[in-house]
């Protein structure tokens, strides 16, 4: 691993469903890392399906609107995060963090 590895510091989601209106998303966080240009965000689903987002900031978030995969919550699942640099560096996987769900 050549850049360094982020930390994830929260990873939560939140689902409402109703009779007319269903809507959930997913938020996650995590440190910066130096002369990282991109992050890829790797979320885990309980049953083992998977999916990788890209991002140039520190954070994701993504809602039901515009991504099917996080649609039915997000129980049970993991979030990892890796850097990317120049010249096809990049960093260690982040540890393993839960997806809490989030209450108001």
């Known amino acids: 691993c050549i850049l360094g590895t982020p930390t994830v510091e929260y990873a939560s989601y939140y689902k ?35 999916k990788e987002y890209d991002t140039t900031y520190t954070a994701f978030y993504s809602t039901n609107y515009t991504d099917d995969f996080i ?26 963090v839960v997806v809490t769900k989030y209450g108001f």
């Open 16 to 50: 409402s469903a109703s009779r007319y209106f269903n809507y959930s998303y997913v938020t996650v966080k995590w440190s910066e890392v130096e002369n990282a240009t991109y992050y890829k965000v790797r979320i885990t689903k309980a049953d083992g399906t998977w």
């Open 71 to 96: 649609a039915d919550g997000m129980d049970g699942a993991t979030v990892i995060v890796k850097a990317y640099g120049d010249n096809d560096t990049f960093g260690c996987w982040s540890e393993d």
